[in-house]
């Protein structure tokens, strides 16, 4: 099975700026989500985009810092993140499904190996 694959973690300080990048042949024709789990703690919903980038969704936690965008010319998806927290300290996983910009995982159907998120403060 072809994975998504994800881009662009590191390590920063509190305030700083990070782009995330998620890539897949063919991923325009895909709904795409961006989700998170720290140590310790159930995954989490951040962002999702729909197949035109006409519809987004956030989670309440990430709204007016995070942006989710796409180039379907490029089959990829990126998730601005601005003022980044300690407690965005997470691993980052991208997935995609044909159902929608939905906030529940269980119906995100391919997922990327996750790209480590760090923010110290």
């Known amino acids: 099975q072809v994975h998504l694959v994800e881009s662009g973690g590191g390590w920063v300080q509190a305030g700083d700026s990070l782009r995330l990048s998620c890539t897949k042949g063919a991923l325009s024709s895909y709904t795409v989500g961006w989700f998170r789990q720290a140590s310790g703690k159930e995954r989490e919903f951040v962002a999702a985009?729909?197949?035109?980038?006409?519809?987004?969704n956030y989670g309440d936690s990430v709204k007016d810092r995070f942006t989710i965008s796409r180039d379907n010319g490029k089959d990829t998806v990126h998730l601005q993140m601005n003022n980044l927290k300690p407690e965005d300290t997470a691993v980052y996983y991208c997935?995609?499904?044909?159902?929608?910009?939905?906030?529940?995982?269980?119906?995100?159907?391919?997922w990327g190996q996750g790209t480590q998120v760090s923010v110290s403060s």
């Open positions: 997935a995609a499904n044909h159902v929608g910009p939905t906030q529940h995982a269980s119906l995100y159907d391919i």
């Open positions: 985009i729909g197949q035109y980038g006409a519809h987004a």
